[in-house]
């Protein structure tokens, strides 16, 4: 299993520009999830999907859109870039959708600058 | 709304002595889940140990033991016998009864040896 997969590693991007972040996973897990890491900050969750078709927003979901047309892949879309979505971005995947709860697993993250 | 707070933004720690990281969180939920990750320089999230909110006993793995205070609503994190390949960001993390995860801001582990 190659587990969680995340393209690109690193992106640079201008102001205005859009871009999505790919992910993948091979475990046929259910929930999968988005998050951005600030400095300082920890982790804060973008959108989440419980299964194909069926998305949500988390903690900080503006500016951001995704959908899950399949069980494998969970693409993340920045609309219209702009600095302060500059962070890393990890991608997260776990079997379970309810408690008790199987960790997640991480992708390797996607260093994102806006310029 | 869904907290988790981790008050020691550094910690040191002699090698082969042992280490608690706080963690205290914030739920109206009954049933949650509380984990701990260590994420060393090279970026990647590695999940360390996982209790649920009706676990009686406390979990353990291997080096690593959650010490669960639900009436506290604490979730500390023990690292026996530290190494020096202990030394990493350290995050808690809670998952809600609706599926969301939340995060702290991490402690910064060092080891000396």
């Known amino acids: 299993n190659a587990g969680v997969t995340q393209t690109p590693k690193f992106q640079v991007l201008k102001t205005g520009q859009s871009m999505t972040l790919q992910c993948a996973q091979d475990?046929?897990?259910?929930?999968m999830s988005w998050y951005r890491q600030d400095p300082g900050m920890g982790l804060r969750l973008i959108h989440y999907?419980?299964?194909?078709?069926?998305?949500d927003q988390g903690e900080v979901p503006n500016g951001y859109n995704v959908s899950r047309s399949t069980t494998e892949d969970f693409p993340l879309r920045l609309l219209s870039a702009a600095p302060s979505q500059t962070s890393v971005y990890f991608c997260?995947?776990?079997?379970?959708?309810?408690?008790?709860?199987?960790?997640?697993?991480f992708g390797p993250g996607t260093r994102l600058l806006v310029l | 709304a869904q907290k988790i707070t981790q008050t020691q933004p550094g910690m040191f720690v002699q090698e082969k002595e042992a280490v608690t990281l706080d963690c205290t969180y914030d739920?109206?939920?009954?049933?949650?889940?509380l984990f701990w990750y260590k994420q060393p320089s090279s970026g990647e999230m590695i999940f360390l140990i996982y209790?649920?909110?009706?676990?009686?006993q406390n979990a353990t793995e291997g080096r690593y033991s959650l010490n669960f205070q639900k009436a506290r609503k604490s979730a500390n994190l023990v690292i026996s016998a530290s190494q020096l390949g202990d030394s990493a960001m350290y995050f808690c993390?809670?998952?809600?009864?609706?599926?969301?995860?939340?995060f702290g801001s991490g402690t910064k582990l060092n080891v000396k040896p």
């Open positions: 209790q649920g909110s009706y676990d009686e």
């Open positions: 475990m046929n897990h259910e929930y």
């Open positions: 993390a809670m998952l809600s009864n609706f599926n969301k995860f939340y």
């Open positions: 999907s419980v299964g194909a078709g069926i998305t």
């Open positions: 739920t109206s939920d009954q049933s949650y889940g």
């Open positions: 997260a995947s776990s079997l379970g959708t309810s408690l008790p709860q199987e960790t997640q697993y």
